[in-house]
C-alpha cells in the first residue's frame, strides 16, 4: 500500500508563487514516475507536470517557464514550484505516483485571486 500526502496549497495573489509538496510513503519500490495532475472547476483532470526516474520532465503547454517539478529520491517526495501563477491556475492539485499501479493523493486546493 502506497500513501501520498499533499500540502503548501492556498490562497495567492495573481503573480504570486506557491509551492507544493508531497511525500510517499508505503511499498515503494524502485523510483517510480511521479507528477502532478489539477482539476480546475468546471474541467476534467488535466497532467500538469511529469518527472520520470531519470529526472526527465514534462509539463502542460500552460504551464512551461513558469511551474517546475523537482523529486529527492531519498525522501520519496516530489514538489512542484509554481510562480508567475495566474487565475486560470486555479484548481485542485493532486499527486500521483506510478510504479504500474497508480497512486494519487487526496489533492490540494490552489486559489489564485486578487
Known amino acids: 500500500q502506497v500513501q501520498l500526502v499533499e500540502s503548501g496549497g492556498g490562497l495567492v495573489q495573481p503573480g504570486g508563487s506557491l509551492r507544493l509538496s508531497c511525500a510517499a510513503s508505503g511499498s515503494i519500490f524502485g523510483i517510480p514516475v511521479m507528477g502532478w495532475y489539477r482539476r480546475a472547476p468546471g474541467k476534467q483532470r488535466e497532467l500538469v507536470a511529469l518527472?520520470?526516474?531519470?529526472?526527465?520532465?514534462n509539463y502542460v503547454n500552460s504551464v512551461k517557464d513558469r511551474f517546475t517539478i523537482s523529486r529527492d529520491n531519498a525522501k520519496n517526495t516530489v514538489y512542484l514550484q509554481m510562480n508567475s501563477l495566474k487565475p486560470e491556475d486555479t484548481a485542485v492539485y493532486f499527486c500521483?505516483?506510478?510504479?504500474?499501479?497508480?497512486?494519487w493523493g487526496q489533492g490540494t486546493q490552489v486559489t489564485v485571486s486578487s
Open positions: 518527472i520520470t526516474r531519470g529526472g526527465n520532465t
Open positions: 500521483n505516483l506510478n510504479t504500474g499501479s497508480s497512486y
